[in-house]
T-cell receptor, first 117, second 113 residues
Framework: DTGVSQDPRHKITKRGQNVTFRCDPI?????LYWYRQTLGQGPEFLTY????????KSRLLSDRFSAERPKGSFSTLEIQRTEQGDSAMYLC???????????????FGSGTRLTVV | GDSVTQMEGPVTLSEEAFLTINCTYT??????LFWYVQYPGEGLQLLLK?????DKGSNKGFEATYRKETTSFHLEKGSVQVSDSAVYFC????????????FGTGTSLTVIP
């Protein structure tokens, strides 16, 4: 297993278009997370799944955002009617649901950088 | 709620200088603490971690000690190199839930030859 994979690495889209990102977690991990990182800031939590169930959503996740994790494997994050304020790095991470040395084996992907023009 | 406060940047140092980046935290539970590094245009790389009080995390010459009494996890390196130029993030997760990371705002470090 080569870690958490995200696709695409970069996405440029016009305002108002829909975009979808994909994340493939580490296969042994049953939790999957999405974070957003804007310029000059630390990553902020958006949502997470345990297996296929979406267990928590941040208030940052507006109605235009939807995340899915069918069959508890890969996940997609869709943004509808993109706005310039959506421009950010979108990071995916995966982990175990039980402690693994106190850090749950948390592993981040390299991110998808979205630019809305 | 849980949060992390870290030293504002940017920080500019000469090569071989001593580095300290301060980080303090607030946690309702019992956190594990981390330092992540981010190079331009890239994702997060785990630099070091400590999962209980008085633990010292270390990697690539960087060190940080989990101080419960001062709720701190300051990052130090004795002699920085140009290749250490990056943004450093302090972060925590709650050991009991592991639900999400709380990150600081990041400290940009530039090391000049």
């Amino acid at each position: 297993d080569t870690g958490v994979s995200q696709d695409p690495r970069h996405k440029i889209t016009k305002r108002g278009q829909n975009v979808t990102f994909r994340c493939d977690p580490i296969s042994e991990h049953n939790r999957l997370y999405w974070y957003r990182q804007t310029l000059g800031q630390g990553p902020e939590f958006l949502t997470y799944f345990q297996n296929e169930a979406q267990l928590e959503k941040s208030r940052l996740l507006s109605d235009r955002f939807s995340a899915e994790r069918p069959k508890g494997s890969f996940s997609t994050l869709e943004i509808q009617r993109t706005e310039q304020g959506d421009s950010a790095m979108y990071l995916c991470a995966s982990s175990f649901s039980l402690q693994a040395g106190g850090d749950y084996g948390y592993t981040f992907g390299s991110g998808t950088r979205l630019t809305v023009v | 709620g849980d949060s992390v406060t870290q030293m504002e940047g940017p920080v500019t140092l000469s090569e071989e200088a001593f580095l300290t980046i301060n980080c303090t935290y607030t946690a309702t539970g019992y956190p594990s603490l981390f330092w992540y590094v981010q190079y331009p245009g890239e994702g997060l790389q785990l630099l070091l971690k400590a999962t209980k009080a008085d633990d010292k995390g270390s990697n690539k010459g960087f060190e940080a000690t989990y101080r419960k009494e001062t709720t701190s996890f300051h990052l130090e390196k004795g002699s920085v190199q140009v290749s250490d130029s990056a943004v450093y993030f302090c972060a925590l997760i709650d050991r009991n839930t592991g639900n999400q990371f709380y990150f600081g705002t990041g400290t940009s470090l530039t090391v000049i030859p």
